[in-house]
């Protein structure tokens, strides 16, 4: 009996699962995903932005199992609704930034000439200018067009302030990183698809008259899918470690919510008198970090084994 071939697909998730490293990754990541985004519906998590000055600034104990802020704040609880908007931050800016730089690097790619050196000379300007002071400047401007978009939200929905204002003023960071950070995956796709457009059944599309956008949404794409998720899950660590930055230097989450860069700054502050502030949410984001980066590793191998016998 022939023995049925395995899809690339199929052959890459063979690889992953004998990865240990990326296999613990994913699990990590899972299990902290969970606890984040789950974990704060569970009875006995208290309320992240709850003041009481009579708990204030309490070592850990059943009531509160990572302490308690100067303001009585439970610092297990603002732990995990923080993991909720750095997590939020690194998944959706990193799509809008992929998403921007597929289609800017397949249309350079596949357009070629006149058309691909403008496009590309532009990446380059971008490229020249500072990353951060970009972000920094981009956020500024969309931040007072999205707290306008809150109050009109809460206009129309009739929405409590405390209920919106958490995912609205998300939306400049989401904007400013996403709309910076799609010049490095625009490259990528570029080359790629300048690799894969001169293969024969590209050129056999071309012959029977099918069209630009067909043809590249179609037969050129899908074969460029494995580079574009690889760098997809490697550039989330980068994502969340800018986020962290902005909110380090008080450009990012506005109180009183809260992320884990701007709970490992409230920590630094006071560092020398409550270091446990400083060492729990750098401790979630520290692992989530590393445990991106090693299932990306994994991942970049499982789907191009060359790489990993380079």
Request: hydrophobic share 55%.
């Amino acid at each position: 009996m022939k023995k049925q071939s395995n899809s690339l697909w199929q052959d890459a998730w063979q690889r992953l699962r004998y990865n240990r490293a990326a296999m613990v990754s994913l699990w990590i990541l899972i299990a902290i995903i969970l606890l984040c985004f789950v974990g704060p519906f569970l009875p006995f998590v208290q309320s992240p932005t709850a003041v009481n000055l009579a708990e204030s600034s309490r070592s850990p104990s059943w009531a509160h199992w990572f302490g308690t802020d100067p303001l009585g704040r439970d610092l297990f609880a603002r732990v995990l609704y923080g993991g909720q908007v750095s997590l939020l931050v690194g998944l959706v800016a990193t799509s809008v930034a992929v998403i921007i730089g597929v289609i800017y690097g397949a249309i350079a790619g596949y357009s070629g000439g006149y058309v691909d050196d403008l496009m590309m000379r532009l990446v380059d300007i971008l490229f020249a200018l500072p990353f951060l002071v970009l972000v920094i400047l981009f956020s500024l401007v969309v931040d007072k067009p999205a707290a306008e978009f809150t109050n009109m939200v809460i206009e129309v929905t009739n929405f409590e302030r405390d209920r919106v204002a958490p995912i609205t003023t998300l939306i400049p960071l989401f904007i400013a990183i996403g709309s910076i950070g799609w010049l490095t995956i625009a490259r990528i796709v570029r080359a790629q698809v300048m690799a894969v457009k001169k293969q024969e059944f590209v050129e056999a599309a071309v012959s029977l008259g099918l069209s630009r956008t067909r043809i590249l949404m179609r037969h050129i794409l899908p074969n460029v899918i494995g580079p574009i998720i690889i760098y997809t899950t490697l550039a989330v660590p980068g994502i969340m470690l800018l986020e962290s930055v902005l909110s380090f230097l008080g450009l990012g989450v506005k109180p009183p919510n809260s992320s884990w860069g701007s709970l490992i700054k409230e920590g630094a502050d006071r560092m020398e008198i409550q270091w446990l502030l400083l060492f729990f949410p750098a401790i979630f984001f520290s692992t989530t970090l590393f445990a991106l980066n090693f299932f990306g590793d994994g991942l970049r191998d499982a789907l191009d084994p060359k790489s990993a016998r380079d």
